[in-house]
Nanobody, 125 residues
Framework: QLQLVESGGGLVQPGGSLRLSCAASGFTLGDYAIGWFRQAPGKERDGVSCISSSGGKTNHVSSVKSRFTISRDNAKNTVYLQMNSLKPEDTAVYYC??????????????????WGQGTQVIVSS
């Protein structure tokens, strides 16, 4: 089973920054493209960003494209999501998951069949 653990969430004021981490347990993260997803209260879980297994390709949903950066350190078995200029509408539980690919303009389809606990991000003054 492809287990991922998210961390780094918290409460931040509008305009602030957070860096989320996604750590793999029991498998080599570098073998997979990874996606970040988020679920706001009362809404469906949506894709936010993805990164290819090598890190050479990234995609972002248009609402975060100029503010979020996804990166990975395969030596540390970790993927990061740097979130800047945060807005109240970014408030959600954020999840990471292995995805089928990160290519073209797509954000990838989760392939593990399960989700971790996620990390809560609250953007509020």
């Amino acid at each position: 089973q492809l287990q991922l653990v998210e961390s780094g969430g918290g409460l931040v004021q509008p305009g602030g920054s957070l860096r989320l981490s996604c750590a793999a347990s029991g498998f080599t993260l570098g073998d997979y493209a990874i996606g970040w997803f988020r679920q706001a209260p009362g809404k469906e879980r949506d894709g936010v960003s993805c990164i290819s297994s090598s890190g050479g390709k990234t995609n972002h949903v248009s609402s975060v494209k100029s503010r979020f950066t996804i990166s990975r350190d395969n030596a540390k078995n970790t993927v990061y999501l740097q979130m800047n200029s945060l807005k109240p509408e970014d408030t959600a539980v954020y999840y990471c998951a292995p995805v089928d690919s990160c290519s073209g303009y797509a954000l990838g389809i989760p392939i593990s069949g399960s989700w971790g606990q996620g990390t809560q991000v609250i953007v509020s003054s």
